[in-house]
């Protein structure tokens, strides 16, 4: 089963323009990691933050974490159209033996 | 790129036959997990492998098992293919039992008619 969330499923902007996308999820968690994937190919590692870090950057990537509120967000910001792909955020368990993923967000950047 | 090498990258499989998919993890990492992703999905977790023995599994039937090397590569093996089998499998590298970032390959694209 999936315990994460992702909103919205699929988002299409313009070249230029921010993306936000947002991740909810069940149990409490040691870290939460986003991910990107083109075209049913590899996942590629975008960014960790962990439990007890509110918020990250990475280049033009922004991401929160409310443990409280059990979410997190992924920011794009100056989007491109190479960030068209899909955007998943996994946790991990407390033994850290697996991620379980959300059913991602599709990600269209128009040039 | 990531340094986790899957092989092989296509395979088209006949119901009931069996199939090994192999992995190589990245340099330094100790821990190897597998993951299954259905087309419009999220990865599912099959099980992990931490310095050779399984250190946990997911909701997967016994057919599906694995196996991990001396040097870290490792195996799945999945018998008895049926047509829901059909996916996209993912091999996943990190170190210290998975409590660090975890880098993907490139996947195994399983069909099974």
């Known amino acids: 089963s999936q315990q994460g969330e992702e909103d919205p499923q699929a988002l299409s902007i313009q070249e230029g323009e921010n993306a936000t996308m947002n991740c909810s999820y069940k149990t409490s968690i040691n870290n939460l990691q986003w991910y990107r994937q083109n075209s049913g190919r590899g996942l590629v590692h975008l960014i960790l933050i962990r439990s007890n870090e509110r918020e990250k950057h990475s280049g033009r990537l922004r991401v929160t974490l409310d443990t409280s509120k059990k979410s997190s967000s992924l920011l794009i910001t100056a989007s491109r159209a190479a960030d068209t792909a899909s955007y998943f955020c996994a946790t991990d368990d407390n033994a850290g033996n697996m991620l379980t993923f959300g059913g991602g967000t599709r990600l269209m950047v128009k040039p | 790129e990531t340094g986790v090498t899957q092989s092989p990258t296509h395979l088209i499989k006949t119901r009931g036959q069996q199939v090994t998919l192999r992995c190589s993890s990245q340099?330094?990492?100790?821990?190897v997990s597998w993951y299954q992703q259905a087309l419009g999905q999220g990865p599912q977790f099959i099980f992990q492998y931490y310095r050779e023995e399984e250190n946990g599994r997911g909701n997967f039937p016994p057919r599906f098992s694995g196996l991990q090397f001396p040097n870290y590569s490792s195996e799945l093996n999945v018998n008895a293919l049926e047509l829901d089998d059909s996916a996209l499998y993912l091999c996943?590298?990190?170190?210290?039992?998975?409590?660090?970032?975890?880098?993907f390959g490139q996947g195994t694209r399983l069909t099974v008619v």
């Open positions: 340099s330094g990492h100790n821990t």
């Open positions: 996943a590298s990190s170190s210290q039992g998975g409590k660090t970032e975890a880098f």
